[in-house]
Each structure stands twice: as C-alpha cells, then as structure tokens.
C-alpha cells in the first residue's frame, strides 16, 4: 500500500470506511504486472453465493477483449469480478479474448473448489458466472501467464470478513496512475431493513501507456434482480459517472458495474417501480455520484473541482449540452487554472453548445457572485471578489437560461499544465 | 510593423507576396484602441465600384453585434469592409449594435465624399453596402468614438494601387494575438482570362480576453455574382475553414468573406456549373486552404503542424467526424507536443467518434510509417523510427477504415504547455 496514503482522508472529503459487506470475499494481489514497482495489480470481488448483477460499458467503437468477453458470456449470476491494471487488453485481438477466456476456466475452476472446501451447499462455477475488468496499456500483449501464475495466491487470500483495511486495499489494487483510492458508501432501508451500499472506482489515469478508463463498482448485500438493478443503474448513471468529464476523451475500457449478494431479507422487490426502492434508489445515486466526483477531482493534473450547473432549461438535454460545451472547453478550464473569471469563455461555451438561447433571459453565477444578469454584466459585479472566488479549490459555475424548469450538473476540472507534463512529457 | 516580421517568410512556407489587385483600395491605421502599444488596429477594405459578395458567419448562438448588423443590412454590393480588433463587440448588447450603425452612417458619408472626388461615376454609398468584422475582447464597451474619430485618416490613406507591403500592413492590421500575418494568393484563368485572388486571414489568438476567432477575407478582380459565390464559399469552406481544429472551441465572431470587383473582363458566368470557373474553383479552394492551414499553423502556443487524414471511408462523414475525434483529443495533442508515437491515443479517438469501424480492415499510418496494419501492430513497425518522425514541425496521421472510397483531412496543432501558459496564466 501507498505509504503516503491515509484512510479516512481525501481531498473532495467524499472517503469513507468501508466495513463488512455480507456474501462477499475481497483479494488483493501483486502478479507483477508493473515491472519497475512491487504493487497490488490484480483484485477479485467474490461472491459466495452468486450475485445479481448488472453493467455498463464504454460507448467507443473499440472496446477492449474482457468487454467483448463480458458482452458475450456473462450474463447469469455472478460469482467473481476479476480486475487487472497496467495491461487493458485493448487491441489485443483475438488473442486478448482467449486470454480472458483461458484465465475464465482456470478461476472457474479454483473458485469451483473454493466453493466445495467452504461453502455448505456449493455451487459449481462456470465461466459465464465471471466478469472481467482491465485497465492500463493499450496494444501490449495482455500478461496472460502472469495472471494464471497469481490466481491460486489470489483466491487463498480470499477475506470472507472484511474491514476499511482490505476494501482500501482492493480500492488501490485497481487505480493505475490516480492519486487516491475512490471509496465511498451509504447504508440505507428498504421496507424498513437495513442494507449497504459499497463501493469503489477508478479514474482518469492517462499517463502513457494508460488510457483514462473509468472504472465503477457498487456492491450491496440487498436482494434485487438483475432486472431492476439494471434500470437503477442505467437511471443512476445519468448523472453520476455519464455527468462527468475530464478531458472528452473515452477509453476502450470503460465499466460501471453493480452486484447485489442477495444476503439480506427484506420484503421482497417485484419491480422497480416499489416505493420501497425509492431510499435504495437515493443511496445508491449518492454512492455513484460521490465516486464520480473522486473520479472528476482526481483527474490528471486536477488544481481545482469543477461543477458546471446549467438550471431553467426548456429540456434536461439542452442543459447536458451546455454543460458538456463548458465542462470540455479548452479556453474555459485553462482559465480556471489561472484563477481567471474569465466569464467571456463561459458565453462562448455557451454559445457553441448548438442550444437556442435568449440572451436576455440569459443569467451566470460564479460562485455566488452573479456576473450576467438578464443578458447583462450584473450591477453587482466586482472582478476582484470574482478573481478572489477563482482562488479556491472548489469551483462551481451556474447558468441559468431562463426558459424552463429542467436542469443538469457536471464535474469536471481545471486544465493545467501538469496535464501536459503528465501526458506529453512523461517519455521524452 | 512588426520588426521581427520578415516578408516572405512563415513557417508553413504558405507566405505569398500579393500586389495590386483592380478595384481595390486599402488602409489601416491605429485608431489607439490597444492602450499600452501603438499598432494598426483599424483596416479598411474599399472596393472603389463596389464587390459582390458572399460570407458565411460563426455557427455559435452567441454572436457578435457586427455578425447581426451584417446580416441585417448587408445583401447588396459591398462597397467597404471595416475590420477593428481589440473589441470583439459581442455581449455588448444594443449599445454595441448601435455603434456599429453610428459608425456605419459615418462611413457610408464620408466614402459617398471620396466618391465624388475620386471616380468618373461616383455612387452614394448606403450603410447596407457596407461590411463589418470585430475581433477581440467579448463583453466590453466597443470603442464607438475612437474608431468613429478615425474614420476620416482610415479613409484619407486608402491606397489605390497595392503592393506586397500595403496588404502585409493591412494582414497584420487585423491580427490580435497571431504571430504571423496570414496572406495566400493564386492566379488562374476563367476561359482564358487571367484573374487574381488574394486572401488574408486572422487566427486563433485566444490570449485573455481575445476569442479563437477566425477571419478570412477573400479578393478577387474576377466578375462573379452574389449568388455564385455564395455557392463556390460554401462548397470550399468545407475542406478548409471548416477542417481546421485548434481547440475545438468557436468565437463569437467567426467570419470568412469573398468579395469580386469586377475588374476583369471575362467570359460572363450565369451559373456555377459554368466549366470556365472550373480553375477558379480549384484556385479559390487553395487560397482558402493556405489561409487556413496558415491559421492553425499559428494555433496559440503550437510547437507542430498536424494534418489528420483520414481515407477508405465509407462516406465523408465517416471520415470528418474521425478527423475532428483525433484533432480534438486532448490525449492525441499532448502525445504529439511530447513527440510520442503513442497510437493507442489514435486509436482511443478513432474509437469514440462514433463511426462504425471494422477493425480488421483498419491501417493507421503515422507520415511513412506503417502502424497499424488491417487491426494489427504493423510487422514493419518500429519504434523508434516513428519517434524520430515524432520530432519533425509536421506530423501527418493518416487512417484508412477500408470500407469505402471517401476522405477527408483537418489540420490542427499540438497541445503545449505554452498553450496553457498562454491561455491560463497571462492575467495571475
């Protein structure tokens, strides 16, 4: 583990310590897939008695080979999630899937054992009972033999009892060149029985060879369907980890999954509609937003936490678009790192996002300062107070167009020039 | 003029000298609107019988007062265009809209007036033939009475006759943070007649509080109605304003011109179908492109010219939306400023462009070298002979999907820290 890393802290104050999470067994190992660095690199989320699951991958054309696999196989219950770093078996071809495919027989068959030795009604584990994520290089011979080598230390390390220790283990298991580990939780009823909600992810590592895939994974001891853990996520995703953005590019290797252990009884759930999910559904956003802003917060380079607010829209997706057009623009980031209310930048983004705008209804926050109000520079405006706001860590910046009552949020931050160094320099 | 500016010279090697073009008068002079250096800021052009014209203005929802003054009055023969920079007249609400009228009226008099001395058939020249571009801060007061107070000199010094020093003068006149005048020309034949056309251009000077704005303005001594070459711009936009990326961002203010005197007498053109303007076409389509080439060649704080091109496509759009995914992508640009063949960031953006892609029939080259062949790392791929490639002022990436006959090509610049120096640090 990182020495200069300590639990219980993080810049955006989102960590939290995770503790025991019924039906799951954690393992975190190192298969020496970094050469120059003795880390953990290879982390297995267990279920014990399977879990409902449901996932979401990467919109690029290209995705990576344990994508495919995924899309292709797993479709049943759940019984283990395999997450690799330094190696995001992209372009990887067909041997990159049999890679998976090969790693997939010999899991399902030490985890096959693990289930006799341990568990009183054991279940025979298949391969489509698996799901794989990676993350890292791109185009590199994914380590196949590297892998099968550390899956016997892996599943014996299996932790049946968990603390903040072996989930902060496993949270850095998976990062790739993010400065912190991204946790976070919240515990929730449902029909009046108490059920958690876990989870972790990882983020805009972009230093060569790494892409800047987004990883996201949420567990629960509740028991939901595939069905509707499926609606959930995808009604969840919209505005947690599809609200985020950190430079506009999109990795090959993308996934936001959840697992639901089923380990809790609580009345049962037939749709997604039961008014008894509602605090689930809550909670749940609360987890995926807090680790999509980790994720946004630790973006490469990041000096300062941007939220882009665009209220008072006709439709949610006119204020997505502006949202987009400011959180992606070059001229507006560059400014905020040079603590510069340079609120010009914020009208072109504006102006571009291809939504129709009446200026005069047209009003911009900064901070709590108004700077255009009705179409105009407010009488309130003061650049020096604006320029002191500029300063701090955390910026947000409201527009409201003046046309309706739809509204959407998005995280982002500043671009420096560590994001060059980082990105450009790192070889040469 | 700028002392270090050297005629005929530019990096790009598009630097033309141009000469006298028939019809035509300049100026530019300083009209004092930058406060702490004295340079021409003010630059008429004058088209003694008049132009016909066609223009095509910024795509953004946010324009300028200039860009709706021009496209609420200026649809006849335009008989002067007035370019000022510093004052991006946008934002500036009516008040801006009003000066450029005020400004207009001025103008429109004092030109009637030199008129009246200068020509055999003088005409009264109406403000609606009259053309205005602004560049430069948004949301400011525009300099109505400084500009208004220069009118009379601007006009005393119209040169009549041209030479290459009076267009470098009023290239640079309407520069704000470029470090190069944009100039291109090329001569052809409409049905034996030999015709001119120049053209100069302003660039991406984003330096707060300027915008990425880019004017273009095109003269030609050709006869060629309105409604022809509102038809050859729009058609020669495409592969060249509209196929340059410098930060994906769009001004307020955006702006490309063609404007013919009439000065040569040619076989008459009814349509633009007409095979005797098929050198023009052809001719007009280079001018514009060095122009824009020129343009993000000067991109702020770029180190490299960047061609993208992408060919084998199925249809254009395939080809452009995979151009502007490359162009656009952060990743791609720091990868190129830091000299890194890393084409997992190429692929990453062919990926996200939301283009169907075959990956077995994809190539990627990066200028002569093969990297990727039909989806897989090239046999004659070499490292290091592509890093050495990396260092060169001019990188060309060339991508083939290989399901069609369609191309496209976009020009852009690398991503440097100068960029952000420039962009985030020139006010802290």
Redesign the interface.
Known sequence: MNENYQINTNSMGFYQDLDHLDGMGLSAVSANLYQNKKRDDLVLFYFRKGASFASVYT?????SENIKWNLNNSKEKIHALLVNTRNAN??T?KDGYKSINNIAYLLSDLLTKKQIEDEEEPKKIKIKNLLFASTG???EIFPEDKILDSIPHLINKIKYVQNKYIWVKSAMGILTTDTKPKISMEECKIAGTKVKIYGVAKGSG?I??D??TTLGFVFTDAKIGGNILKKLLKKNIQNTFNAISC??????NDMVSIFSTGYVNHKELRTVKDAALQEFDKSLNVVLKNLAKSVAADGEGASKFVTIRVEKCKNENDAKKICFSIA????VK??I????P????I???????????N?KKLNINIGQFKVIEN???SSHYKENDVANYMKSSEIIINVQLGNGNKEFEVYTMD???K???I??????
């Open positions: 919109q690029s054309n290209i995705k992209a372009f071809g290089t791109i185009g972009m060569y060879p892409m800047a430079d506009g590019d999109t990795s090959t992606n623009s070059p001229l560059t400014a790192a040079g603590q510069d340079n609120w010009g930048r009208i072109m983004a504006i102006g571009k996002a291809k939504v129709k705008i200026l179409g105009k520079i671009l420096t020039k994001y060059i160094e990105n450009a320099d790192y070889r040469s």
